[in-house]
């Protein structure tokens, strides 16, 4: 399984950026697919995933503004991010979870770090008030 990210960056408060991450290895659109982020001094948190049938769960600190989505003929799958705010700034990973088809996440929409063995390189995404 490989997973490469793209598209992050340095915007000011109120931006936007789209990350994407592009997927080979293993049958895409199966699976759970999920973006985690890290930022320095904290805990990974995943605020973003989306299973085979296309459901969807955001982690409350970045619902209504992080939508994920997937392209199946690409084989890549997005996180598009607006309304950026300085604590947004993370290194952000995409990940699969490769042992199953739904998502599972905590009450606050959050995935599971430990559910995920697959994991991108990271892409820096910083904010700037």
């Known amino acids: 399984v490989r997973l490469v990210e793209s598209g992050g960056g340095s915007v000011q408060a109120g931006g936007s950026l789209r990350l994407s991450c592009t997927a080979s290895?293993?049958?895409?659109?199966?699976?759970?697919m999920a973006w985690f982020r890290q930022a320095a001094g904290k805990d990974g948190e995943g605020v973003a995933s989306?299973?085979?049938?296309?459901?969807?769960n955001y982690g409350d600190s970045v619902k209504g503004r992080f939508t994920i989505s997937q392209d199946n003929a690409k084989n890549t799958f997005y996180l598009q991010m607006n309304d950026l705010k300085p604590e947004d700034t993370a290194m952000y990973y995409c990940?699969?979870?490769?042992?199953?088809?739904?998502?599972?996440?905590?009450?606050?929409?959050?995935?599971?770090?430990?559910?995920?063995?697959?994991w991108g390189q990271g892409t820096q995404v910083t904010v700037s008030s």
């Open positions: 990940a699969v979870d490769t042992s199953s088809s739904v998502c599972v996440t905590d009450s606050g929409g959050y995935s599971y770090t430990w559910a995920f063995r697959h």
């Open positions: 290895g293993y049958t895409y659109s199966r699976y759970c």
């Open positions: 989306i299973d085979h049938d296309g459901n969807t």
